[in-house]
C-alpha cells in the first residue's frame, strides 16, 4: 500500500519532507515513525488524513499522515 507521508518542523531536518512510501497492509503509525528515526517521544501530534490518531492506528492505502515535533513557548 502507499502513504503519504508529510513531516515538519524538525522532523524535516536530514529527512525527506514529504514522501510517497510503500508499506505492508497491516502497518502502524508507530512503524513508519521508527522507520523515519523519530523517538516517540519527540512527537506532538499525529495526524492522518487531517484526523488526530495514535501510534497504535493502522494505515490504509492512500493515507496522507502527518507528524510533528512537540512545540515548546507560551
Do not use: W, Y
Amino acid at each position: 500500500m502507499q502513504v503519504t507521508v508529510k513531516l515538519f518542523a524538525s522532523f524535516r531536518t536530514g529527512r525527506t519532507p514529504i514522501e510517497l512510501c510503500d508499506f505492508p497492509a497491516g502497518t502502524t503509525v508507530a512503524e513508519v515513525v521508527a522507520r523515519q528515526g523519530i523517538p516517540e517521544a519527540d512527537l506532538g501530534i499525529m495526524l492522518v488524513n487531517h484526523r488526530h490518531v495514535k501510534l497504535e492506528r493502522v494505515l490504509a492505502d492512500g493515507d496522507i499522515l502527518a507528524l510533528f515535533p512537540l512545540l515548546g513557548g507560551g
